[in-house]
């Protein structure tokens, strides 16, 4: 496995994906009783975003620019967008950064660490040995975090279900091999018959759409409990860029989650267009 997220971090489906990461985080605690935080692909944790500009040989162009830079400085953003905005801040600048643009973005581990209340638990898996090493480094000490060297799809059938009969579980890998969206209908289709009633978010690009077509009719097949997905494109179909937007399945969205997540999509697609024919929409798979 080659991806290495530094390159990506902080762009447009990092914004997506972590604002409806912290809503779900904190629709979790709602409820006194702590839950287990499972990321089956989570990175390194923290992301010096000067490194976006520079390849494995060769300068390229960073993404966060049109992504979490655009909404960093930005002013009456919905409570959802300011409220990661401000977590993302706030970490910048415990990280050492003064400046008006951000330089450390935090990834979905350390993201969900600053949320979480002691009787709230993480278990971050990370196979890649490298990744693994440097979110070690980062959490591997953290009290309530365990960190592991472990496939994301074996974490599934390891670590469900949790003590705590609660569980958050993020599936967010990297699409680099063939088969992924069958190993992860495989991997959702035993984390719901180990924990029925865990919720699951499952994050994913917006490339061929026949192939996430058959995604969808493949997870059909699960007989799924009540699941959404939001989907943000920041261009139209007909825009040549190799990822023109992404999406979340939520599967056992928190309560009326949903309605707290509409409001903030047409502004999040507003701001972090590239091209014509942007849009944001919520859309249930499976009603309650």
């Known amino acids: 496995m080659n991806y290495r997220h530094h390159f990506h971090a902080g762009n447009f489906a990092d914004v997506v994906k972590h604002t409806l990461l912290v809503q779900l985080v904190r629709a979790m605690q709602r409820k006194e009783k702590g839950f287990l935080y499972l990321d089956t692909h989570a990175g390194r944790a923290v992301y010096d975003l000067t490194v976006a500009a520079q390849g494995d040989t060769l300068a390229r162009e960073p993404e966060w620019p049109a992504g979490i830079g655009r909404l960093f400085g930005a002013e009456a953003l919905p409570a959802p967008l300011a409220d990661y905005v401000t977590v993302v801040r706030e970490f910048d600048r415990q990280r050492g950064n003064g400046d008006a643009v951000p330089r450390f973005y935090p990834g979905s581990p350390w993201l969900v660490r600053r949320l979480t209340r002691p009787q709230d638990r993480l278990a971050l898996c990370e196979l890649h040995e490298e990744e693994y090493l440097a979110l070690w480094h980062t959490l591997g000490r953290s009290e309530g975090v365990s960190v592991r060297e472990l496939d994301g799809y074996t974490a599934l059938r390891a670590l469900l279900p949790p003590p705590e ?7 967010d890998p990297p699409y680099e091999a063939q088969e992924e969206f069958a190993r992860i209908v495989a991997g959702l289709g035993e984390g719901l018959r180990r924990a029925p009633a865990a919720t699951f978010a499952i994050w994913y690009p917006l490339t061929e759409r026949a192939r996430l077509d058959a995604f969808f009719d493949e997870l059909a097949s ?3 409990p009540p699941t959404w997905l ?17 999406g979340v399945v939520v599967v056992n969205p ?3 989650l949903d309605l707290e997540v509409q409001p903030w999509l047409p502004v999040a ?3 972090l267009a590239q091209a014509p024919g942007g849009t944001a929409s919520l859309r249930w798979l499976v009603p309650e």
């Open 165 to 171: 009969r609660r569980a958050l579980v993020l599936i």
């Open 222 to 224: 699960l007989n799924l």
């Open 230 to 246: 939001v989907e943000l494109a920041v261009a139209g179909e007909a825009s040549s860029l190799k990822m023109r937007g992404c």
């Open 254 to 256: 928190p309560w009326q």
């Open 269 to 271: 697609a507003r701001l």
